[in-house]
């Protein structure tokens, strides 16, 4: 075992150990307004945060008195200080659910809490109706916690944000290429949360203007903003039947899937920077595509072209965006409205937003690479290369795209082989798996949109978990985190091999 220790010791495990006591301190701080609420609302539940705010500033504030041996800080550490925050965001936020008893079982309240903040939306929560307004309003608050990034929002409003936080933030944040917005990390940060926030609150003031209930109004904001998807009715967005709630919380889906680096140029009046963006006129092409289409499908079921417009435009918009939210129950749809909406599930929406998926400009960048090989094949002198926006894109870039593509294969398909031994039926074994790793709430079959995730084992919601961590920090951090306790023979050196092999 002494490679272990000795790959285990170049980590710096006290900084990550520090990171891990503020991520707690902020969480057990951010639980204060769902206990206002419980206040609000003279329910028992209120003991449970209390209880729970206690556990995580004293665990949070112990963690991060942990005296640093090191001051180093690389790029594998920021992925492993990732991939460990957020696992233990999720094992500390559950525990309201289970404290309170309304959610018994552990697995389950670790299932509820990793899709509350990695912005899945898929629940093992059969009637929510019987939960209290504070679980419910921290259910969808946890939504708004994870969507622009844990971390990333503790780099905002911490002063000790240095350089190597870019290393944090390219970990956390979804995307194959992120950048600062300014020469200053902790700038670039509370910029993103500065819009994040402005986004929310005109959100909130839309659907107070159109009569929803405060309450109503806080937890489907939190669950657009962060592209979430749980709802506080059994029919989601469905229960009001209200046209103009519709039409706002579709057009705040898909600005929250936009690019969040384009808003800032948009501030910086910097029109063309947005409009020369392949990426966003990529997803709106999607988007709108894909709405005609499914509305032409789906119109004789809805009598009429128009009125199947309507249910196609949200259900669009909630899947490709990531959000999970439903008006109709898809599940009922035709296949080829199913089969674009499962197509949906895997494209999501654009880098540097807040939704989940393999993102546009990844499967652009794809398709540009099989375009300029098959270009090779014909004309073995072309000398060529990849552009994005103009620019064009570094070879390292795409075979890391290409990497991130064949592990997010090979995840996706050990995730069907584990999940399937439940035994349900095909459809929503793997739309199950889909719409975890690609962080969009509800699948088809059992697990649709008028459906839940109880029925399965907690050995497939423990497996449903770690992909939906793995489609939030698209892979590597979760990867990275695991490395170190696998011994890989170096197969370069036959010498090595065979010492590794005796």
Known sequence: MYWLKRKLRKINWSLIANLNGY?????????????????????DVVYDFLITIAICLVVGFG????????????????????????????????????????????????????????????????????????????????????????????????????????????????GPIIGKLVPRIQQTAAILYSMYM???????????????????????????????????????????????????????????????????FLLLKKFKSVFKSEELRTYLFIVFASMILIALNISKMYGGFFEGLRYSSFQVATIISTTGYATTD????????????LCLMVVGA??????????VSRFLIILKKIKLDIQRLIHPQKV????????????????????????????????????????????????????????VGPAFGLAGPMGNFAMYSDLSKIVLSVAMLVGRLEIYPILIFLFPLFKIPDLVNPKKFYKHSN
């Open 63 to 174: 963690l991060s008195k942990i005296k640093r041996s090191r001051r180093d800080f690389f790029a594998r550490d920021g992925m492993i200080a990732v991939g460990l925050c957020w696992i233990t965001a999720s094992l500390f936020g559950g525990l309201p659910y289970f404290i309170s008893q309304e959610i018994p079982s552990y697995v389950d309240c670790f299932f509820e809490a990793v899709s509350g903040f990695t912005t899945t939306g898929s629940s093992i929560v059969p009637d929510v109706t019987a939960l209290s307004k504070g679980i419910l309003f921290w259910r969808s608050f946890t939504h708004w916690i994870g969507g622009m990034g844990i971390l990333v929002f503790i780099q905002a409003f911490i002063p000790k944000a240095n350089e190597r936080s870019m290393h944090i933030i390219r970990a956390e944040s979804p």
């Open 198 to 264: 402005g986004l929310t609150i005109l959100c909130i003031v839309f659907l107070l203007v159109g009569g929803m209930p405060l309450f109503d109004t806080l937890c489907y904001t939190f669950g657009t903003a962060g592209t979430g998807g749980f709802s506080i009715s059994p029919l989601s967005v469905g229960e009001y039947n209200n046209l103009y709630y519709e039409i706002v919380i579709t057009v705040f889906m898909l600005l929250f899937g936009i690019n969040f680096n384009l808003y800032y």
């Open 384 to 439: 060529s290369a990849i552009t994005m926006d103009g620019k064009i894109v570094d070879e390292v870039t795409v075979q890391q795209i290409l990497t991130f593509f064949g592990c997010f294969i090979l995840i996706l398909l050990s995730c069907i082989l584990l999940v399937s031994l439940d035994n349900l039926d095909f459809e929503t074994t793997i739309s199950s798996v889909f719409t975890c790793i690609g962080n």
């Open 350 to 359: 654009c880098a540097g937003s807040t939704a989940g998926g393999i993102k």
């Open 23 to 43: 991520v707690l301190i902020c969480l057990g701080l951010l639980m204060v307004l769902p206990t206002i609420c419980s206040l609000i609302y003279k329910e």
């Open 330 to 341: 898809f599940n009922l749809w035709p296949m080829f409205s199913k089969s674009i909406l």
